[in-house]
């Protein structure tokens, strides 16, 4: 069966840094686009980075383009998403989401993880 374990997440300072960690198993890994959603607390799930099969095309909703990036190591079985210039509005549980092929598709994901908690306060 799928499984998506996330790691790296906890507390940041406004304007620091956070690596996401996603070890995933029970599926063809390098043929799956793999995608990171946030659901912050009294809002609904919102699609932020995605990741083509192979690593080759990349996409950010507006909110985070130029401070997250969103990347795979087939070899590893493992997706990762760097936060730089952390905010108080990314503050959120942080889902590993495996997409039902090998683009990006926002929104077209058919299995979560279970989350990790990312918190950025002063």
């Known amino acids: 069966q799928v499984q998506l374990v996330e790691s790296g997440g906890g507390l940041a300072q406004p304007g620091g840094s956070l690596r996401l960690s996603c070890a995933a198993s029970?599926?063809?890994?390098?043929?799956?686009?793999m995608s990171w959603v946030r659901q912050a607390p009294g809002k609904g799930p919102e699609w932020v980075p995605g990741v083509n099969s192979d690593g080759s095309d990349t996409y950010y909703v507006d909110s985070v383009k130029g401070r997250f990036t969103i990347s795979r190591d087939n070899a590893k079985n493992t997706v990762y998403l760097q936060m730089n210039s952390l905010k108080p509005e990314d503050t959120a549980l942080y889902y590993c989401a495996k997409g039902s092929s090998g683009i990006v598709v926002p929104n077209g994901d058919d299995h979560w993880g279970q989350g990790t908690q990312v918190t950025v306060s002063s």
């Open positions: 029970g599926f063809t890994f390098r043929s799956n686009a």
